[in-house]
C-alpha cells in the first residue's frame, strides 16, 4: 500500500514537471485605456518616475518602501530603484531605454527580490478623440522554477494583468487632472 501511494506521488510529480517543461517560456500582459488627456500629458505622467507614486498599482503596498533616482530626472537613462522587505514589493529597479515625447516610454524591468526577473515594458501612447490611448505592455521569459511558479498562479496575466488595469485607471485620474 505505501509502496503504491510512493509511486503514484512520483507519478504525479513527474506528470506535473513535465507539463512545466512543456509550457511556453515567454509572456506577454497587455493592458489598454482611453484617457481625455492630451498625448503630451500622459506620457509627462510615465516618463517621469517621481510621477509614479500617484498611479501605480504598487506604489502603495509598502509604505515604509524605500525608493531612489538615479540618472537625469526623467526620460532615457532615468532610473528608479525600489526595496521592501515585503515579499509582494521585494526588490527590483527600472530603467527608461526609450522614450519618443507623446509617444512611448520603454522601460527596462529588472525584479532582484524575492525572484529574479528581468522584463521589458512598453506604453504606447496613441491620440484618439479627446485624448490617447495608452498601452501597457510587459514581456518577458521564465525559467522552469518562474513557469512552475506561475502555472499555479494561473499565469503571468492573471498575475499582474488586474494591477495593470487598476494603474491604467488611476493614470487617467492622475492625467486628465493636469
Do not use: C
Amino acid at each position: 500500500m505505501l509502496k503504491t501511494i510512493g509511486l503514484i506521488a512520483i507519478a504525479v510529480l513527474v506528470a506535473f514537471l513535465g507539463i512545466v517543461a512543456l509550457l511556453p517560456s515567454d509572456y506577454k500582459v497587455t493592458r489598454s485605456i482611453e484617457i481625455a488627456a492630451p498625448p503630451a500629458a500622459v506620457h509627462a505622467q510615465i516618463n517621469d518616475f517621481h510621477n509614479w507614486d500617484a498611479w501605480s498599482p504598487w506604489a502603495k503596498l509598502d509604505p515604509n518602501m524605500k525608493t531612489t533616482y538615479t540618472g537625469p530626472t526623467s526620460g532615457e537613462g532615468a532610473s528608479y530603484h525600489w526595496t521592501s522587505p515585503m515579499d509582494n514589493v521585494g526588490e527590483g529597479r527600472m530603467t527608461i531605454l526609450k522614450s519618443v515625447p507623446g509617444e512611448r516610454v520603454d522601460i527596462k524591468l529588472e525584479f532582484i527580490k524575492p525572484f529574479a526577473g528581468l522584463s521589458l515594458t512598453e506604453f504606447t501612447i496613441q491620440p484618439a478623440a479627446g485624448g490617447a490611448t495608452v498601452t501597457w505592455t510587459m514581456t518577458g521569459e521564465n525559467d522552469f522554477v518562474s513557469k512552475a511558479f506561475m502555472l499555479a498562479m494561473g499565469g503571468m496575466d492573471k498575475a499582474v494583468g488586474s494591477d495593470f488595469e487598476k494603474g491604467l485607471a488611476q493614470l487617467k485620474t492622475v492625467a486628465q487632472k493636469q
